[in-house]
């Protein structure tokens, strides 16, 4: 049994700042892609940022230089630190990562989500 849990989201004034933690936790060999996602009202769940096993990263293009994905992989954990917050962040975010199992198989996991809100 895999479960991954989102923490960290909250609501803040524009130009603030929040930290998502997700954590997997659960009978788990091995974690390869994590990466958080968004989806606000209306809109499609949206690529924010990711995070390969060998560290390399990828940003969408409206959040590039304001958030900083990272991993723990002693924890099971990936982070997503958000500052300068705008508006238009605002959405429910999502923690998804690649799991190996203690079977070997790979599959996808996805937390429940945490909402961001920023004001004006």
């Known amino acids: 049994q895999v479960q991954v849990v989102e923490s960290g989201g909250g609501s803040v004034r524009s130009g603030g700042s929040l930290t998502l933690t997700c954590v997997a936790s659960?009978?788990?060999?091995?974690?390869?892609?994590m990466g958080w996602y968004r989806q606000a009202p209306g809109k499609q769940r949206e690529l924010v940022a990711v995070?390969?096993?060998?560290?390399?990263?990828n940003y969408a293009d409206s959040v590039k230089g304001r958030f900083t994905i990272s991993r723990d992989n002693a924890k099971n954990a990936v982070y997503l630190q958000m500052n300068s917050l705008k508006p238009e962040d605002t959405a429910v975010y999502y923690c998804?990562?690649?799991?190996?199992?203690?079977?070997?198989?790979?599959?996808?996991?996805w937390g429940q989500g945490t909402q961001v809100t920023v004001s004006s």
């Open positions: 659960g009978h788990i060999f091995s974690i390869n892609g």
């Open positions: 998804n990562a690649a799991i190996r199992g203690a079977a070997g198989q790979s599959n996808w996991y």
């Open positions: 995070i390969t096993s060998g560290g390399s990263t």
